[in-house]
């Protein structure tokens, strides 16, 4: 069905710098045609029978109306246990593996006027099958209507069949956690020199829940990094220099009573544990774990036991802790602590470079029992997880940090919830910043992530199991972000061995430098602030809300439990693997094509584990695709030069078209690990295996989505790797890459690649790459490397240039920057204040067609180029108009030209901001430049680039839309009927 409600704002997509362009066609669809109205529309997960086998092919579809001129439309899609091809309009968009991410897509190009229709083709997977969908369309008139899944979708078998609605938690709430540029990275230093923590009257939470100021630390109490409530209900507080501090609770909760400290020589423990009689703490700059216990009953901890030191430094260092549902304690360590080798027993694959001697910093997850006499490392490859906790199902989680030096990168990664396993290895090492070429963490053998966050500073987890908050939030986890002062909300879906993820913001303040949280008996929250010396805070959160029933599991969900429980229970057989055992060949080499990536990666660990002589054969023979992709991939890690020749003969002969997204990349990953070993680079096979890979490259559909973290999409991955090597012809595809970019991780990725190839370049390809840098260089949105980053792909572009082509190219190598950009203007006389009607008049009497070649030339003219690209060329200021005529008539782009500021888009909209001391300033935000600064930057001219005004982020009272698009009015008044005629044949001419 189509579901109506109103929108306070505005929205435009396709536009010219602001200005609207509204699609052609019949805008008079029948009011009949259009279903109820429903506010906040859901899904509902939808199959073509209730009864779902596996290898079920069903088709399902629905025809739609779009009664006007469409400003924006966002489709949301989740696909369960399905690989899914999605069409629109009979477009392919998107082919999912059966663990793809829930996706979301901006699908406004791809509307029309009139009938629409939406088909998923999907094949069921081993587990319940089922998808959910929904189209928001946004009308220039400010109305929104919202497509979902139902039972009025039809079927290849008839009318589909309703599983039961999507809950609430888990549609569209992943917005509500993105960072804008208005949000200060630093908004934690306001905490500094502060006397008292934030008044929580001035925080935003979630609808109600109501927070209180418990306790704010003296002057003589230190910053607090970490908590935990001992069995006394208790509060046990660790300083931040040293020492921790015991805080005793009145009886109602809203005050302390009593403050003493209870050990004053532990340095910085950023994780404490209550657990067999003791507290545990991992006391970070005293390096090490320990036990504290009383044990003379005088409620004193009279002895302090080292169980284990941790070398290495302390910036990410020991962590939190936890107690397993197995008894055992958990420790998290940044990537700052040394990978301990000795007196362990060690999960993680025996192939990986840690455990063959190389010396490798990254973060890991060890465990032991609670006299530290038995230590296991379970997982690693991590940056700084600072927080972790278990949830109902027994499953640990923390919240991975990014590396925001890279930030803006192809090669960044974002903050990130992780379920750690036995064996997981997630990617991550820590390399030198300005590393040339950069380290790609993410590849088809890492452990996966959860869910990619965004922007953040990870600090501690909590789960919501003992709370008293409402149901959905009891079986969310909790994870805080100390820089943008944020508790964060993560709803967990079971999903095989894994879990889908929606993430809401549940608390926000300024500043709110949060460090750790806990739960009372009573179900309370209790939440610090401090760290790096800032003023530091106790809090209580609770639900005062009107009481809510648990909602009942819908088919879908409980199907959905029933089958992720029986996969979390294999998974977790297959670690029982991760050790040399005679036994375990068998029982993993036949999971090895398990289309759970977890379960998939669970079983290589354990073949992994194996003496590689006794499954070397069997994965160069293996007759299955899927299980072969995987198994030579294995062979790839274990680093053997004599297997080389065999697994690339054996690589060339897969046939990909039979294998899922996932058994693509584990190839591809494959194919770099020989090809990147030296004594294979020349060989016969090897060059053998390149040609194989242009072929794969010539033909490649991109649209493929693979698992969440296992390298990126397939054409990506395949792109990647023929540019490192080289390989003949592969400029154009990089180019075709460059031209289609429509985000700036894309564009860069593009330009990364292309930068590296001696070889295969036409002199309109390098005008374009060097035009493309410089756009980036004024305009990247980026953490601190991006500067550098992009010179050095600027000198190696540069230093493949012949001297001919760095004379043509001259003006273009240069590096280029906003403030170095002049006022634009346009040199033309002027023609006449055109008019819609007057200009629609005046084309229609022209005898001849426009001129597609003059209009190319107007269009940079009249400043047409400086905001928008056609076919990869222009500026990024404005939206790409490459394929105009597929949409739009004449009128409706000369309207949106004529008068840019009827309809404008939110995204290229500019604002108006209001400072605390009354001053108004209006521009777009400019996104270049480190997305740290405390400063936001506003461009108030659209002719005049360097025309940038700064404001102090911890200034701004408020911002709004501004009415005003950034596209200035007159921009045709300079050309003849004859111009403008040359010019729509350019933006009109098929591409």
């Not at 793809?100 to 099958?129: E, I, K, Y």
């Not at 990617?427 to 993410?442: E, K, L, M, S, V």
């Not at 009481?547 to 670690?575: M, N």
């Amino acid at each position: 069905m189509i579901n109506q409600h109103p929108i306070t704002f505005v929205f435009a997509t396709l536009i010219l710098c602001g200005g609207a362009l509204l699609p052609a066609g019949d805008e008079n669809a029948r009011a009949d045609e259009i279903a109820g109205v429903t506010p906040n529309a859901r899904p509902a997960w939808i199959w073509g029978t209730k009864d779902r086998d596996a290898g079920q092919p069903v088709t399902l579809s629905k025809p739609f109306q779009v009664r006007a001129a469409v400003a924006r439309a966002t489709m949301h899609l989740a696909a369960d246990f399905t690989r899914c091809s999605v069409t629109l309009n009979r477009r392919p968009l998107a082919q999912l593996d059966e663990y793809a991410p829930w996706m979301q897509w901006d699908v406004t190009d791809r509307l029309v006027t009139g009938t629409n229709q939406v088909s998923l083709d999907c094949t069921s997977g081993a587990g319940p099958a089922a998808v959910a969908m929904s189209l928001e369309v946004a009308y220039a008139d400010g109305s929104i209507e919202t497509l979902v899944s139902g039972q009025d979708w039809t079927t290849n078998r008839g009318a589909a069949v309703s599983l039961g609605g999507v809950a609430r938690e888990f549609w569209n709430v992943s917005e509500l956690a993105q960072i804008s540029p208005f949000e200060d990275y630093e908004q934690w230093r306001r905490a500094s020199g502060a006397d008292a923590g934030t008044d929580p009257a001035t925080f935003v939470t979630q609808p109600g829940f109501e927070v209180d100021l418990v306790r704010s630390a003296k002057p003589d109490e230190g910053s607090w990094v970490s908590m935990a409530l001992d069995p006394q209900g208790r509060i046990t507080i660790a300083r931040e220099d040293k020492g921790l501090l015991r805080m005793t609770l009145s009886r109602d909760g809203k005050r302390i009573t009593a403050v003493e400290t209870i050990n004053d020589e532990l340095r910085e423990c950023r994780g404490l544990l209550y657990a067999y009689d003791a507290l545990y703490a991992n006391a970070n700059n005293s390096k090490g774990m320990y036990r504290l216990r009383d044990t003379n009953a005088d409620d004193q901890f009279d002895q302090v036991e080292l169980l284990r030191e941790f070398p290495g430094q302390v910036g990410h260092g020991r962590n939190d802790l936890a107690l397993g549902p197995d008894g055992m304690i958990y420790s998290i360590h940044g990537d700052s602590v040394e990978l301990a080798t000795e007196n362990l027993e060690d999960h993680t694959s025996p192939l990986r470079a840690a455990r063959k001697g190389q010396r490798s910093e990254e973060g890991h997850l060890i465990r032991t029992d609670r006299d530290g006499s038995h230590w296991e490392l379970v997982a690693s490859g991590l940056r700084n997880p600072f927080g972790i906790d278990f949830n109902d199902d027994g499953e640990v989680f923390t919240y991975d940090a990014d590396n925001e030096y890279d930030m803006g990168s192809p090669w960044y990664r974002p903050t990130r919830i992780v379920q750690l396993v036995s064996g997981g290895d997630y990617g991550w090492r820590r390399t030198t910043n300005g590393q040339w070429p950069p380290y790609f963490p993410d590849h088809s053998d890492n452990a996966l992530p959860t869910v990619d966050v965004g922007k953040g500073s990870p600090t501690a987890v909590k789960s919501g199991a003992r709370s008293s908050f409402p149901a959905p939030y009891r079986r969310a986890l909790f994870a805080l972000d100390w820089a943008y002062g944020r508790i964060l909300a993560c709803h967990l879906s079971p999903r095989g061995a894994g879990y889908a993820c929606r993430v809401e913001t549940f608390l926000a303040g300024r500043p709110l430098n949060v460090t750790d949280l806990d739960f009372s008996p009573d179900g309370e929250l209790f939440v610090i602030t401090g760290g790096r010396k800032t003023q530091s805070a106790l809090y209580r959160i609770r639900y005062v809300g009107p009481s809510q029933d648990a909602a009942l599991l819908t088919e879908q969900q409980t199907r959905r439990r029933a089958f992720s429980s029986r996969s979390r229970t294999l998974r977790r057989q297959l670690a029982t693997l991760h050790q040399p055992n005679t036994e375990s060949l068998a029982t993993a080499w036949e999971h090895l094509s398990h289309p759970d990536p977890l379960i998939r990666n669970a079983a290589r660990i354990a073949v992994e584990h194996q003496d590689l002589t006794r499954w070397r054969q069997a994965a160069l023979s293996e007759p299955d695709p899927e299980t072969q992709a995987t198994a030579l991939l294995a062979l790839a890690r274990g680093g053997n030069i004599g297997d080389h020749d065999a697994v690339l003969h054996a690589l060339d002969a897969l046939k990909v078209k039979s294998l899922s997204s996932f058994g693509k990349l584990s190839m591809l990953h494959a194919y770099r690990l020989i090809l990147a070993a030296v004594p294979t680079a020349d060989s016969t096979a090897s060059n053998s295996s390149k040609q194989r890979l242009m072929r794969w490259l010539e033909t490649d559909p991109h649209a493929t989505v693979a698992p969440l973290g296992s390298g990126g999409p397939v054409h990506e991955a395949l792109c990647r790797l023929a540019a490192d090597h080289h390989l003949a012809g592969v400029v154009p595809p990089l180019m075709g890459l460059l031209r289609a970019g429509q985000s700036q991780r894309e564009r860069m990725n593009a330009l990364f690649m292309l930068c590296h190839q001696p070889d295969g370049w036409s002199i309109d390809d390098r005008i374009l790459f060097f035009e493309a840098l410089g756009e980036l260089e004024r305009t990247a949105f980026s953490g601190a490397g991006m500067p550098g980053r992009l010179k050095q792909i600027r000198d190696h572009a540069v230093a493949h240039l012949t001297e001919d082509e760095r004379v043509k190219l001259a003006s273009l190598i240069q590096p280029s920057t906003l403030s170095q950009a002049a006022p634009k203007q346009v040199s033309r006389p002027h023609v006449r204040k055109w008019t819609l009607d007057e200009l629609v008049t005046a084309l229609d009497q022209l005898s001849l067609p426009g001129d597609a070649e003059r209009g190319e030339s107007l269009f940079g003219d009249v400043l047409c180029a400086s905001c928008h690209r056609v076919a990869g060329r222009g500026g990024v200021l404005g939206p790409d108009l490459s394929s105009l005529a597929a949409r739009f008539s004449q009128r409706d782009i000369l309207a949106s030209i004529v008068s840019p500021s009827d309809v404008i888009a939110e995204k290229y909209r500019s604002v108006q901001v209001v400072t605390t001391d009354g001053k108004i300033v209006s521009g777009q935000v400019v996104t270049g430049g480190d997305y740290r600064s405390s400063n936001l930057q506003l461009a108030t001219d659209p002719l005049d680039p360097g025309k940038v005004v700064e404001i102090p982020k911890a200034n701004i009272q408020l911002h709004r839309p501004s009415d005003v698009s950034p596209m200035p009015e007159g921009l045709l008044d300079t050309l003849s009927a004859r111009d403008v005629a040359d010019l729509l044949a350019f933006l009109t001419r098929q591409r």
